[in-house]
């Protein structure tokens, strides 16, 4: 696995130029973010229009950057700024992390 399970996944605050490579993208987080870009943890970056994501991590030998661009639709944005591996899978497959999907259930005894 590329990634490990317990990584930190970090989602930029805001819109970031998809021009900025790797170089561009480890300098942001130095500067913006409490942690190190070499800290194994996960980036996570939108352009502004929301169709276009960045990801960037580092293994022990060097940095990875995954880009995906949507043909239609666009990302939506989690209200979160720190998210696991599962919710990044599931912004990434386009699933609205802020819509309630199950109604909380009342019980009064069990049996």
Same mark, same amino acid.
């Given at each position: 696995m590329l990634i490990g399970a317990g990584a930190p996944?970090?989602?930029?605050? =805001?819109?970031?130029?998809?021009?900025?490579?790797?170089?561009?993208?480890?300098?942001?987080? =130095?500067?913006?973010?409490?942690?190190?870009?070499?800290?194994g943890a996960l980036f996570v970056f939108f352009n502004r229009g929301r169709d276009k994501v960045k990801l960037l991590w580092w293994d022990r030998h060097g940095f990875w950057l995954a880009y995906k661009r949507l043909e239609r639709g666009r990302f939506r944005l989690p209200a979160a700024r720190q998210? +696991?591996?599962?919710?990044? +899978?599931l912004?990434? =497959?386009?699933?609205?992390?802020?819509?309630?999907?199950?109604?909380?259930?009342?019980?009064q005894r069990v049996g």
């Open positions: 996944v970090y989602v930029a605050a =805001e819109a970031i130029d998809m021009r900025k490579s790797i170089d561009g993208l480890a300098a942001w987080v =130095e500067a913006s973010l409490p942690v190190s870009p070499l800290s998210l +696991t591996l599962t919710d990044l +899978t912004v990434l =497959e386009g699933i609205d992390l802020t819509v309630r999907r199950f109604k909380a259930v009342a019980c």
